[in-house]
């Protein structure tokens, strides 16, 4: 397996403006959540997408969007960047059915200045 | 609503020496429990996972967790720490079907020769 893989790993944007990060799941993997996990806090679930559609959503404004590819890649957007929204965030993906776990990439550093 | 609790957020061991980390949980449900690692510049890992099999559960690197129900706890143990044990770990619950995850603020684990 390769694992996922999450682009890029730091990342420095002014506030008000717009990001997107990029997941790259393994092949089969059909569900991909997105965590937003603050300095010293756990993570905290954004969204999740199966099969290219957003089926599941936490308590973040919708500001924060989020898309899925056939391709198992994915991507978080997030617009009029604030300075709460610095933190890592992390990308998970797992096949869809009972007993698999969810695989976790390394996260991109957000900084908003 | 779920919830989980990490009674400690930092835990210092010397090598050697058994590991507790403390986590309780609140769920309407049957719930799925796990513990993740988290080493620096690392993403998550998983230790091991409870759902509704064996109460005690052994993972990855010699961490075992027992369910107790009347508790509502779901601890981390390790007989003997080893230096590269030191991380932060992440109690999570999750609603039925492996969705969203929910997780603890995290206990820092430091490992003293």
């Known amino acids: 397996e390769t694992g996922v893989t999450q682009s890029p790993t730091h990342l420095i944007k002014t506030r008000g403006q717009q990001v997107t990060l990029r997941c790259s799941s393994q092949?089969?993997?059909?569900?991909v959540s997105w965590y937003q996990q603050a300095l010293g806090q756990g993570p905290q679930f954004i969204f999740q997408?199966?099969?290219?559609?957003?089926?599941g959503r936490g308590n973040f404004p919708p500001r924060f969007s989020g898309l899925q590819f056939p391709n198992y890649s994915s991507e978080l957007n997030v617009n009029a960047l604030e300075l709460d929204d610095s933190a890592l965030y992390l990308c998970?993906?797992?096949?869809?059915?009972?007993?698999?776990?969810?695989?976790f990439g390394s996260g991109t550093r957000l900084t908003v200045v | 609503a779920q919830s989980v609790t990490q009674l400690d957020s930092h835990v210092s061991v010397s090598e050697g020496t058994p590991v507790l980390l403390r986590c309780n949980y609140s769920?309407?449900?049957?719930?799925?429990l796990f513990w993740y690692v988290q080493h620096p510049n690392k993403g998550l890992q998983l230790l091991l996972k409870?759902?509704?099999?064996?109460?005690l559960v052994k993972g990855i690197n010699g961490f075992e967790a027992e369910f107790k129900k009347s508790e509502t706890s779901f601890h981390l143990t390790k007989p003997s720490a080893h230096m590269s044990d030191a991380a932060e770990y992440f109690c999570?619950?999750?609603?039925?079907?492996?969705?969203?995850?929910?997780f603890g603020a995290g206990t820092r684990l430091a490992v003293h020769p």
């Open positions: 998970a993906s797992r096949r869809t059915g009972t007993g698999y776990g969810y695989t």
């Open positions: 092949s089969g993997h059909n569900t």
């Open positions: 997408y199966y099969r290219e559609e957003e089926n």
């Open positions: 769920s309407s449900y049957s719930p799925s």
């Open positions: 409870y759902t509704s099999a064996a109460t």
């Open positions: 999570v619950v999750s609603e039925s079907g492996y969705n969203k995850l929910i």
